[in-house]
DNA sequence: ATATGAATGTGATTAAAGTCACAAAAATAT
DNA sequence: ATATTTTTGTGACTTTAATCACATTCATAT
């Protein structure tokens, strides 16, 4: 049983419960740490909890036609993962892994959907998360429609270094080319070439699962052009 | 001044709201009848309110790079366009407009907000459209990349037969080449092509913007193998 | 250290869809 | 009814990225 008072990585939303509310929320919610690999949720299974990424990095997948993967988003502490479908779906519509270690907190779906229905400013702050969330799958959908290979691995890497590594110039992109294809909607050796292309005109160096920015400003006209 | 207690397609939403609450809604509610063409909200501008598509049919578009409108989805009545915005943004993030002649209510951001955070039953209903919404992005997300364009114009065609005509197999596609283009995410002449395939293999009859299936078992099986 | 299997890089080839240019048809205005 | 503009269809060609086949590197287990 957590103390979800303390959390160091509150939700606004939790933020809104007052005292017998956490308690409902401590009472329900279990922590748990996770590999690197190791499933969050699983799409087709019942829902039955909501996933709340405390620490680490996962990645949220949902099949396709072809039964291949796609990655539809890389997720970072601080975001639920299933809540869409637990509140609206019986079966998981995504599936969700840690990409690194990783501290899940799983909140039973019946408490959740009671601190709704008690707290209308949980409700609200909710409400803001699934619209701001929404609001990036609609950047997502028009960029990696419209924009080419290097220009949509061009985001990724920025995704990587603004969002996730603070703005560092130099860091680890946990995912196989496999898994960065399904991220950018291509194919593993398309990325390889992208990433090549990326290199030799001097925008990035890289090496294995290390990416380092050498020219910033380029590869932002790379990612904003297409 | 619109009755909103007896709305004909009143939202679930609204459906929670107590007499208080329904004169609010009453009070900051405008209805206007849009022709096709017009626009119900726009890219870029400030948002001052939510529309809810009392009936017609309209059209979210989203600007990518390149400059081209991307299509994200075709609402029908009983959808709220502009809410995602309003709610955690200050600018419409995607522009709206009828492609029939429709209702539009707007209702003042501000009368919204106050009733989220006054009913959470209200609250929970729109979490629950927002989840809704959501997962069918997802799902859009990964067809559109892992099905050509033959399947994605199946899938459109589809989409108007059994979502906006009610199973008829004969119906008017109330857009253009290039909408329909945006909607699928491809181009004009592609669109053509598609459509010339789709004609030539039996699956469909086409005459301008009237489309009729033929062999429905044929189409859906071209639109699930992508 | 060696063997095994997975992940990655690379070149050749193919396929899908975009681009361009123009003709035909349809819609709209005069 | 005619002119004008917009939309649509079509063929030739190009571009992008997928596919395939294989080599190489890397990680892991024995």
């Known amino acids: 049983?957590?103390?979800?008072?303390?959390?160091?990585?509150?939700?606004?939303?939790?933020?809104?419960?007052?005292?017998?509310?956490?308690?409902?929320?401590?009472?329900?919610?279990?922590?748990?740490?996770?590999?690197?690999?190791?499933?969050?949720?699983?799409?087709?299974?019942?829902?039955?909890?909501i996933a709340y990424l405390k620490s680490g990095l996962a990645k949220i997948c949902k099949k396709g036609v072809k039964g291949v993967d796609q990655i539809l988003k890389i997720v970072k502490p601080g975001s639920y993962l299933g809540m869409q479908t637990?509140?609206?779906?019986?079966?998981?519509q995504y599936s969700s892994s840690a990409i690194e270690e990783s501290v899940v907190c799983y909140i039973d779906i019946w408490s959740f959907k009671e601190l709704i229905t008690r707290n209308a400013q949980f409700a609200n702050e909710l409400i803001l998360y699934l619209c701001r969330d929404e609001l990036g799958y609609f950047n997502r959908f028009v960029n990696v429609h419209q924009k080419q290979i290097d220009g949509r691995l061009a985001d990724m890497i920025l995704f990587f270094s603004d969002e996730i590594n603070e703005s560092e110039k130099s860091f680890r992109v946990p995912l196989s080319r496999n898994d960065m294809a399904a991220l950018v909607c291509a194919t593993r050796e398309s990325v390889t070439r992208a990433i090549k292309d990326l290199s030799e005109i001097g925008t990035i160096r890289v090496n294995g699962k290390h990416f380092e920015i050498v020219n910033y400003d380029l590869l932002k006209k790379i990612s904003e052009k297409g």
Chains 1, 2 share one sequence.
């Open 86 to 92: 637990v509140l609206s779906n019986k079966l998981h």
């Open 1 to 49: 049983m957590q103390d979800c008072e303390f959390c160091a990585i509150k939700s606004k939303a939790v933020e809104t419960l007052n005292p017998d509310e956490l308690d409902i929320l401590k009472q329900n919610c279990a922590e748990v740490t996770l590999q690197p690999g190791e499933s969050i949720i699983k799409e087709g299974l019942l829902s039955s909890h």
